[in-house]
């Protein structure tokens, strides 16, 4: 039985003559029989807790920073009308910092024999999975002197997406897209384009693209335009080992790495590429494949969500193979990984061979914005060192970088907002050049 703040005030008014003979409650209690009374009965005509019944609806998914509800039924199936405080439990990423209270507790009056829905309104803070935790119900008395607590366990789990917020340059690169696939059709023919038409010449154009046997059946001279090949494979490699775990800005390398990824996921199905996931460290942690372009966007999102970097050094091995295994035949492979100096040159680096032979290779990186700002540091001593390592720092991705070239890949090292715009730009320009 539990004792509501009204009743410990009563009971302090009710034995002041003897509170000191009796310094607990219980004593208290003791030696005023009327209020210990009044408090048994207060405590029996609560509705019990063990007895209500729970059901839960809402929302299953939720992108990162919106706000998602959940509704919780309670079923009072006693004989006694239910006068309760209820708490809805979730872990502390469920909601902004300062906001649980208001948003987790609800206070509750249903008579016999009926339900009432409440509900709770989530705003995540990170990633994954958010699970309920417990609901704790206190029920009181008629005149709130004593109440009746119990916990239940009413399962739910929430996903939380990652927020997607480069989707706002995918109409420019959808422009440009539009612009290489039919309005302005490339006149050099490359390894992954395709006879598109023929048009009149215009002076300044490539000779090589003169048809002759077409301009020999009309009177003007007539030039072959190619256009970028479509249903090109594209393969998408999140490196989730322990250089993702950096924080860089405001967020996780793996979750700028995803995003950008989101985006040249919705660029390449509306070019009429065919798009893959895989997610790797030690061990595969997700793959989507094989997956129609309507529903892509939507599994490759879930599949997503629930990925943490893991404190492990990547097998580079396992992840070339595992890689190939997903692109059997010649594919683009974008392997968003970091440039850090150690891990591709003992790892990277000697796996790279068995990759490019087959495939072009892009490796996407994050770029620090603080070693920027540190190296255009000056006016103290401790910022002229600052800024002496900054630079030394981007000078050995400069390095990683051209030794990564020297092998054949395309390099595109940006900061966390650049990211995904830059490497779709660098899509846009493999498809332009005929390099897919």
């Not at 059946?217 to 072959?224: E, Y």
């Not at 996780?252 to 996921?265: E, G, K, N, S």
């Not at 010649?330 to 495939?359: F, K, M, N, Y």
Request: proline share 6%; net charge positive.
């Amino acid at each position: 039985m539990a004792l509501t703040g009204r009743t410990a005030l009563l009971a302090a008014l009710g034995s002041l003559p003897v509170g000191i003979l009796a310094p607990s409650w219980t004593g208290m209690l003791a030696v005023n029989a009327p209020l210990s009374l009044a408090i048994l009965c207060d405590y029996a005509l609560a509705a019990p807790v063990r007895t209500l019944q729970f059901t839960r609806s809402g929302d299953t998914t939720v992108r990162l920073g919106d706000g998602a509800e959940v509704q919780l039924t309670v079923t009072n199936p006693s004989r006694r009308r239910l006068r309760a405080h209820l708490r809805d439990a979730w872990p502390p990423s469920s909601w902004l910092t300062g906001t649980e209270q208001a948003a987790s507790r609800h206070t509750l009056n249903i008579p016999t024999g009926e339900r009432r829905r409440v509900t709770t309104l989530l705003r995540p803070t990170r990633r994954g999975d958010r699970r309920a935790e417990r609901v704790t119900v206190r029920s009181y008395g008629p005149l709130g002197l004593a109440a009746r607590q119990g916990n239940h366990h009413v399962p739910w789990t929430v996903r939380v997406l990652p927020p997607f917020t480069s989707r706002k340059h995918l109409p420019s690169r959808l422009a440009r897209l539009r612009e290489l696939d039919g309005r302005t059709s490339v006149l050099t023919r490359g390894e992954g384009t395709e006879f598109d038409s023929l048009r009149a010449y215009v002076p300044g154009d490539d000779t090589r693209s003169i048809d002759w046997r077409a301009t020999a059946r009309q009177s003007a001279v007539a030039v072959r335009t190619w256009r970028p090949e479509r249903d090109r494979h594209i393969l998408i490699v999140l490196d989730t080992g322990r250089t993702s775990a950096g924080r860089v800005g405001d967020v996780p390398r793996l979750d700028a790495a995803m995003d950008a990824a989101l985006l040249l996921t919705a660029l390449a199905t509306r070019a009429g590429d065919r798009v893959d996931l895989l997610a790797h460290d030690r061990r595969t942690r997700a793959q989507v494949q094989g997956r129609a372009a309507g529903e892509l966007l939507s599994a490759m999102v879930t599949a997503m969500a629930p990925l943490e970097p893991e404190l492990v050094e990547t097998d580079a091995r396992g992840l070339a193979a595992a890689a190939l295994a997903s692109a059997p035949r010649r594919s683009l492979i974008v392997l968003l990984t970091s440039l850090d100096a150690a891990p591709v040159e003992e790892g990277l680096l000697p796996v790279l061979p068995r990759l490019t032979q087959r495939h072009t290779v892009l490796v996407a990186a994050v770029a620090d914005p603080h070693i920027e700002e540190m190296a255009g540091a000056r006016g103290t001593v401790d910022a002229v060192y600052e800024a002496a390592a900054a630079t030394q720092a981007q000078a050995q991705r400069r390095r990683t970088a051209e030794q990564l070239q020297r092998h054949g890949v395309v390099v595109v090292d940006a900061t966390p907002d650049n990211l995904a715009p830059a490497l779709a730009d660098t899509y846009l320009a493999l498809k332009a050049a005929g390099r897919l």
